[in-house]
């Protein structure tokens, strides 16, 4: 399994952690990558699979003092961080201008 946190452009998000089997995982990531961006995904996938994968997850949510690492980071209505995360890997992320943000 592995745990992914969510980043909700709502006032009231709370940034919830939840996980997912490896094949669900899969479908929300492509290989190498764990930034995704709930739009991105909704382009490269199946809306119905994708459906169905996110009901299971949604189910599993972690309390994050039990989280074992943080294994993707999914993005809803944040369309401006995408700028930060060109390559979807979060040890790459930087700048507009292509400095590094770490």
Request: proline share 4%.
């Amino acid at each position: 399994m592995k745990n992914i946190q969510v980043f909700d452009g709502a006032s009231n998000a709370v940034y919830d952690i939840f996980s997912a089997t490896d094949d669900e995982f899969a479908l929300i990531f492509p290989t190498g990558e764990d930034v995704a961006f709930i739009d991105e995904v909704y382009e490269r996938q199946d809306a119905g699979a994708l459906n169905s994968a996110f009901e299971r997850i949604w189910a599993r949510r972690v309390p994050k003092k039990e989280a074992m690492g943080i294994h993707g980071l999914l993005f809803y209505e944040l369309d401006e961080k995408k700028k930060f995360y060109p390559t979807r890997r979060d040890e790459e992320a930087q700048n507009p201008d292509g400095t590094h943000l770490r």
